[in-house]
């Protein structure tokens, strides 16, 4: 059965370790491009409600974009291509 966009994103998220996904969250507040996310929704949030702030600001396949974006920009490479991977096989 195919998982759903959030379920990728949340398998992804939860390959990061913590200091990976602070940078993450980090990155994610300084984005430039509208829409932009607001400190108060994901700071000291889980990685599923991170997971959540992503796909209800953006779409689905947006926030596998910004999601791989980010990603990238942290040196986090491998989760970024294994997440387009899965999301193209998906």
Known sequence: MPRSVKQ???ETLED???D???KFIFQLLDRREEP???RC???GKSRLEVVDVLV???TEDQAVDV???ILRSISCK???ERLIQEKQSG
Do not use: G, M, P
Request: charged share 30%; aromatic share 4%.
């Open 56 to 58: 209800s600001t953006f």
């Open 8 to 10: 990728l994103l949340a």
């Open 67 to 69: 999601t791989v974006e």
């Open 78 to 80: 491998q989760q970024a």
């Open 20 to 22: 990976n996904l602070d």
């Open 36 to 38: 932009r996310v607001r």
């Open 16 to 18: 990061l370790s913590k």
């Open 41 to 43: 929704r994901v700071e």
